[in-house]
């Protein structure tokens, strides 16, 4: 475990948080050129191509297609990420929300997540945009999700250290797979990418304030809270993760993707199961260093398959992870 976190530093590091988002900020209306026609939905565009980065991108089935079929593919994958990545930007709205409600005065939580809390109105915005682009029509997360989701915003408030973990775990596989495209090299249409631009900008502060959060409470738990946490922790990164990133399979079939492909890539084939473990490598570093890491949540990590090295730093590039 590393040092604690103190108040007076975690204080300074919001302060900065919020500045960040005074300076830098976005509009979903403002800074992306919807009507411009090489932001145009062309459904005979190869831009839409999904990026060996994806998973779904970098599978033998998927890249023996015809060109036309990776295209509706990779509208179809960008629409239904974005549709999840609304929802999930909406309950996390809804959880901040309800945790700054009974916060105190003077407390720079309040201003910074009113800040995030903007931002991830445009954010939902931007997605459910592009979703209205496309012409998919998903439903988004699965039934499940959709209907838990009305009631998990009260962990912000009840459980706000269970709550900031589940933010992570909807955050880092976006982030993961957003950075992995742009860092791929390989064509990208100029539609997703501005979204990808500007929600990694953004997402940057988000994710580092949910680490600074958990840094500062968890270190100074009682035994059971931390023992608690630390198997919860490992858990709500894997149910999250398979919200986030694995497309239901009765949406998947209707644009004509077979059930083993997408059992396969998520994550049964050597590629998807690297590609899993890569996710987590940040969450990982955290869980050491705020003391998660024991030899009960060692093996919960392992039987998920989610374990693996942490990263060295944060946003360390998965192609140096294990």
């Known amino acids: 475990m590393s040092a604690n976190l103190t108040r007076k530093v975690y204080d300074e590091r919001l302060r900065t948080l919020s500045e960040g988002s005074v300076n830098v900020n976005f509009n979903a209306f403002i800074d992306i050129k919807w009507d411009d026609p090489e932001f145009a939905v062309d459904t005979s565009d190869p831009r ?6 994806d998973a779904l ?28 990545g609304m929802q999930f930007e909406n309950l996390l709205m809804r959880g901040a929300l309800d945790y700054i ?4 005065n003077q407390n720079p939580e309040f201003r910074y997540l009113t800040h995030e ?36 915003p009260l962990f912000g408030s009840l459980y706000p250290e269970a709550f900031f973990t589940g933010i992570l775990a909807g955050e880092e596989p976006i982030d993961h797979l957003q950075k992995g495209a742009l860092r791929s090299g390989e064509p990208v249409h100029p539609l997703p990418q501005r979204i990808m631009q500007i929600h990694i900008a953004e997402e940057a502060r ?10 500062l409470r968890v270190p100074n738990y009682g035994k059971a809270r931390r023992g608690a946490l630390s198997v919860l922790f490992p858990v709500i990164m894997r149910v999250l993760c398979d919200v986030i990133m694995i ?19 998520f994550w049964k084939s050597e590629a998807g199961e690297k590609m899993l473990r890569n996710l987590f490598s940040d969450v990982r570093m955290l869980a050491e260093d705020i003391g998660l890491m024991n030899k009960v949540s060692r093996s919960v990590w392992r039987a998920l398959r989610i374990d693996g090295r942490p990263a060295r730093f944060r946003g360390e590039p998965a192609v140096h992870a294990d």
Do not use: C
């Not at 839409?48 to 980065?53: D, R």
């Not at 931002?119 to 012409?135: A, D, I, K, S, Y």
């Not at 949406?251 to 083993?260: L, Y």
């Open 48 to 53: 839409w191509v999904l990026t060996s980065a």
């Open 101 to 104: 409600y009974q916060l105190g």
């Open 206 to 215: 988000h994710i580092s304030f949910a680490h600074e959060f958990l840094r």
């Open 247 to 265: 497309p239901d399979r009765k949406s998947a079939a209707e644009v004509g993707i077979p059930a083993w492909v997408i059992k396969d890539v």
């Open 117 to 152: 809390i903007t931002e991830e109105t445009h954010h939902t915005q931007m997605f459910q945009e592009l979703v209205n682009r496309t012409g998919v029509n998903t439903a988004g997360g699965k039934r499940w999700f959709r209907q838990l989701s009305r009631v998990l």
């Open 57 to 84: 991108g970098a599978h033998p089935w998927y890249q023996e297609q015809p060109l036309e079929t990776q295209i509706r593919i990779g509208i179809w994958r960008w629409a239904v990420i974005a549709k999840v």
